[in-house]
């Protein structure tokens, strides 16, 4: 009985790790196709501006930013699945557990909350250090860009000296 048991749960873990694989790529997917169709719109939009919004930001600037904002509407479709589905397969499982084991269920649930706050906690410094990434990396693409255009001018001088 122990064996099929075991036989049972090692079964399920595969069928469950083979689901939620295909969840993944299907999400992966469908935020990529997203992603693309954002990066697409913003990009139309950007065409019809004023060029004295142009010269505020470099060209650069302009695509790391389309590039981010739709990255992070990728990221958002994946975390949504895994909010509701990360709050149902807890209760879930607390349920089935106490069918089988009863009140000593109660005293886990209690002994793990605390780590709740610690993960949250380990969350917000991990989104402080993205951001920060983020805006080193503004940065780095900034000076890239402009560094590429006097590279280009350099050329053009060098060429039309050349030709003279």
Avoid at 59 to 73: H, K, P
Avoid at 97 to 123: E, K, N, R
Wanted: charge should be positive; glycine fraction near 4%; charged fraction near 15%.
């Amino acid at each position: 009985m122990g064996v099929l048991l075991a036989s049972i749960l090692v079964l399920s873990v595969l069928i469950k790790a083979m689901f939620h694989a295909q969840e993944r790529a299907l999400l992966v997917k469908m935020g990529s196709k997203a992603q693309a169709g954002l990066q697409a719109l913003i990009y139309q939009k950007s065409l019809v501006l004023v060029s004295a919004v142009r010269h505020e930001r470099t060209t650069g600037e302009a695509v790391n930013l389309i590039s981010a904002d739709a990255r992070r509407l990728q990221d958002a479709l994946i975390q949504v699945n895994l909010l509701w589905s990360g709050l149902i397969m807890p209760v879930v499982q607390i349920v089935l557990m106490y069918m089988q084991l009863g009140h000593v269920v109660w005293v886990t649930v209690i002994s793990a909350l605390p780590i709740v706050p610690i993960f949250g906690f380990l969350l917000a410094g991990s989104a402080k250090h993205t951001k920060l990434a983020a805006s080193k990396s503004d940065m780095r693409v900034k000076l890239l860009n402009e560094m590429m255009q006097v590279v280009c001018v350099c050329a053009c001088v060098c060429i039309r000296l050349l030709s003279e």
